[in-house]
């Protein structure tokens, strides 16, 4: 039986990092990964495919529309087929740098299922049969799986998830979106570039749910202006195929609603991926959503991590991939941690929705004195320049430390801007340092720089 110091269930962000960290320590270390290719959701079927199409179809939208900067394109047309098989192209080319890393570092590759034995052991079972290796250390890294539900079977042709949503052979007639988080928004905006009718039907009171409040209120009339359809506070409650297109039934403030759908994408959220892996045999339980209870990465099981989607926090790659550091650190003797305070979130749509901290009202439901400042795009001269003049920036600073909170950005390029502010959170920053940290004229950051200054009312470019 061959014995590693680390076996990582899941070749995903937070597996795949866990690996190549703990090979720079020196620890011998093997990856089990059911699928093909290593990378997860993220890179497969997920993060990077999604961002792919999104940039297309923008380059796309912004061919069709470009009369106001003097571009006349006439009869511009999407070729469906070309944009998927670029998708795939950009997709197989981090397979293969992920491959490339994962060989150099002397990394195992183990193909097939795993699943705990007990005593520090793991069996795999794959294709050509089933081996057992041995494990000072067990990392779960397994990730999560699309939530659906009870009354549409997701069959990824007509009703999909976001995997089936990423490979359509062509664009949709009428799309209904059932969630208006990040998945929802993202692949919504990527059809109704192409010319589908896109509802998004939103359960809650608001789109980008967990983002401050002036930033969805936002978003949701920028969406709205770009021509998807947006109904929140509505419960999607049955659907039922009629002459060949789906019809949706739903309910909001007591009255009954219909859709009719040609194709239904499912967004409702994840859960943990943790059937299976003989987690019993371990005396490892979970929690409603699956979730491996842990503290500071360490199960109850003597030698058995867990990290990423299978534990609580945010169901992000970053934050994944800064899990598996952490706990190959802390397996090589090193301190590892992870401030999910500063966990930046992100929706990829156009404007771009980024946020990290407290919003204002989780900051004022802490008890917490604050002071609030906020900037408009309309202001900023790249914005104006590149016509991108929809959006905000917002900081929340504790009134009596002046210490940031929180950061709210939407706008084209916020997933850049937010590291600015995560940069100054980690050290404990002030609005004041945010706001004397020189940034380069004319670019859209420089809102964050105003928006800091404007709690104090010190803003240049604002009355």
Known sequence: MNTYDLVVIGAGPGGYVCAIRAAQLGLKAALVEKDEHLGGTCLNVGCIPSKALLHSTELFHQAAHGENHGIVAKEVTINVAKLMERKGKVVDQLRKGIGTLVQKRGITVLKGTGKLLGDGKVEIDGKDGTETVGAENIVIATGSSPVGLPFLEIDEKEIVSSTGALAFDEVPK????????????????????????????????????????????????????????????????????????????????????????????????????????????????TDDRGRIPVDNFRTKAKGVWAIGD????????????????????????????????????????????????????????????????????????????????????????????????????IAAGASEIIASAVAHMTYGGSAEDLGRTVHAHPTISESLKEAALSIEKTAIHAL
């Open 174 to 285: 009428r799309l209904v979106v059932i969630g208006g988080g990040a998945i929802g928004l993202e692949l919504g905006c990527v059809w109704a570039r192409l010319g589908s009718e896109v509802t998004v039907v939103e359960f809650l009171p608001t789109i980008a749910a967990g983002s401050d409040d002036d930033v969805s209120k936002l978003a949701e009339r920028i969406f709205k202006k770009q021509g998807l359809t947006i109904d929140t506070n509505t419960k999607i409650t049955g659907c039922e195929k009629k002459d060949g297109e789906y019809v949706l039934t739903a309910e909001k403030k007591s009255k009954e609603k219909t859709y009719i759908a040609d194709k239904i994408l499912v967004s409702v959220g994840r859960r943990a991926h943790t059937e299976g892996l003989g987690l019993d045999n371990a005396g490892i339980e």
């Open 310 to 409: 299978v534990v609580a926090g945010p169901m992000l790659a970053h934050k994944a991939e800064e899990d598996g550091v952490a706990v190959a650190e802390l397996i090589a003797g090193k301190p590892g941690h992870v401030d999910y305070n500063l966990v930046p979130n992100v929706i990829y749509t156009h404007p771009e929705i980024a946020s990290v901290g407290l919003t204002e009202r989780a900051a004022k439901d802490k008890g917490l004195d604050v002071k609030v400042g906020k900037f408009s795009l309309l202001a900023n001269g790249r914005a104006i320049a590149q016509d991108a003049t929809d959006g905000m920036v917002k900081v929340i600073a504790d009134a009596k430390t002046d210490r940031i909170l929180g950061v709210a950005v």
